[in-house]
């Protein structure tokens, strides 16, 4: 299956900066990724999907402004949580759909902690 | 997408077949039957999927009964590195464009020596 990579694996920051978590498709060319978050003991939870070129879509009450994704190239999406505060900590995955296959690939994830 | 409704957990021994139901009694006719696992702290790994037919792949195989209302993953000699929480998703798929994974609460399985 396709190889998707996630940088960092965790990370900690302080309330208030922002944080950028970068996920890429590093054997096959994505034109869809999709971001999850994960709070402990729970199911994965779908944020967005983005298409290579054009704007995120996000799901219904997961605010756009706070939760900034570019896909700028086939193979590099990334999320910036801003202004981070303790309740965005979280485990973040993101996730590679490959238009000619029907699996979907799953990034190992980044855990996200704001102090 | 349709819903699935799975055990919260099970136990296997080591090394027999683990057996995980579920149920998708509304799935739509362009709805595939999509298996993942997720060990602790990794991102989910696919499993096997498939529409109506059984299937099988080097890790497990996938039992969908005739009026696809429910389907069986098994897994055939499940090993301790098996111990994982298993998700079953219904997603549709047509002329090759997917839907989104949405995932459920899943089955934690516990393979136990």
């Known amino acids: 299956g396709a190889v998707v990579s996630q940088h960092p694996s965790w990370v900690i920051c302080k309330s208030g900066t922002s944080v950028k978590i970068e996920c890429r498709s590093l054997d096959f060319q994505a034109t869809t990724m999709f971001w999850y978050r994960q709070f402990p003991k729970q199911s994965l939870m779908l944020m967005a999907t983005s298409n290579e070129g054009s704007k995120a879509t996000y799901e219904q009450g997961v605010e756009k402004d706070k939760f900034l994704i570019n896909h700028a190239s086939l193979t590099l999406s990334t999320l910036t949580v801003t202004s981070a505060h303790p309740e965005d900590s979280s485990f973040y995955i993101c996730?590679?759909?490959?238009?000619?296959?029907?699996?979907?690939?799953f990034g190992p994830g980044t855990r996200l902690t704001v102090l | 997408d349709a819903k699935t409704t799975q055990p919260p957990s099970m136990d296997c021994a080591e090394g027999r077949a683990a057996n995980l139901p579920c149920n998708h009694s509304t799935i739509s006719g362009n709805e595939y039957v999509y298996w993942y696992r997720q060990i602790h702290s990794q991102g989910p790994q696919y499993i096997i999927h498939g529409l109506k037919n059984n299937e099988t792949n080097e890790m497990a195989s996938l039992i969908i009964t005739e009026d696809r209302k429910s389907s069986t993953l098994i897994l055939p000699h499940a090993t301790l590195r098996d111990t994982a929480v298993y998700y079953c998703i219904v997603r549709y798929m047509i002329y090759n464009q997917g839907g989104k994974l949405i995932f459920g609460q899943g089955t934690e399985l516990s393979v136990k020596p």
């Open positions: 996730s590679v759909r490959l238009q000619s296959y029907n699996e979907q690939f």
